[in-house]
Each structure stands twice: as structure tokens, then as C-alpha cells.
């Protein structure tokens, strides 16, 4: 599985934006997908998850009730509302799997993937 992460851009206070994260390969071997972000001085942040197995969702306190993470096919997507001057970071796509059918939460057939960053900035 490779990603492909797009949608980063300049927005100020109180704008939108929405990220893209394209996955290409066996995109059925995914078992979870998210965007982190990391901004300096800042260690890197889960800001939200889907498993895609259950459907369900978690994320970042910070984040809750202004962003949405969801999929359609094989592209997530993270809808930011509301952005804050703190939200500026370089966000990431993950995506966490398994390479076996058989045993899918086997940790010897587990990957962990990242697409590369895609610049967020928030202006005051």
C-alpha cells in the first residue's frame, strides 16, 4: 500500500480546508487510517482515526467537532472546519494493516505505512 496525501494550503482563522490521502495497492488489506500532524517545536499528534473495518471514528480533544475523517473507496479524507492558528502543522495519512487474510491480526504480518506530508497554515 502506498499513500498519497494532497489538500494542504494557506487558510485563515476560521476557514476550511479539506485533506486528501489517495491509497493505491491492496487497499482491502487496510485495517486503519489516519491523519497525524506535526508541527515544530511539537512532538507529532494523532488528530484522527477510522478503522475501516468498524467504521469508527476517534480524535484529538483539540479537534473534536470541527474536524470529520472519512473515506470513500480508496482515498480518506480529513474535512477541517473552524481552523485555529494551532492547527498549523504538516499533517500525515497513515495506514495500518495486515498482509495475511488468514490472520490478519498476526504482528508478523502487520504494516504501517505513511504518506508524505502536506503543509497546513493557519493564519491570525
Known amino acids: 500500500v502506498q499513500l498519497q496525501a494532497s489538500g494542504g494550503g494557506l487558510v485563515q482563522a476560521g476557514g476550511s480546508l479539506r485533506l486528501s490521502c489517495e491509497a493505491s495497492g491492496d487497499r482491502f488489506s487496510i485495517q486503519r487510517m489516519g491523519w497525524y500532524r506535526h508541527a515544530p517545536g511539537e512532538e507529532r499528534e494523532l488528530v484522527a482515526q477510522?478503522?475501516?473495518?468498524?467504521?469508527t471514528t476517534n480524535y484529538a480533544d483539540s479537534v473534536k467537532g470541527r474536524f470529520t475523517i472519512y473515506r470513500d473507496a480508496n482515498v480518506l479524507y480529513l474535512q477541517m472546519n473552524s481552523l485555529k492558528p494551532e492547527d498549523t502543522a504538516v499533517y500525515y495519512c497513515?495506514?495500518?494493516?495486515?498482509?495475511?487474510?488468514?490472520?490478519?491480526?498476526?504482528?508478523?504480518?502487520?504494516?504501517?505505512?505513511w504518506g508524505r506530508g502536506t503543509q497546513v497554515t493557519v493564519s491570525s
Open positions: 477510522l478503522n475501516t473495518r468498524s467504521g
Open positions: 497513515n495506514a495500518e494493516g495486515s498482509n495475511s487474510s488468514w490472520y490478519p491480526d498476526d504482528p508478523r504480518y502487520k504494516y504501517d505505512v
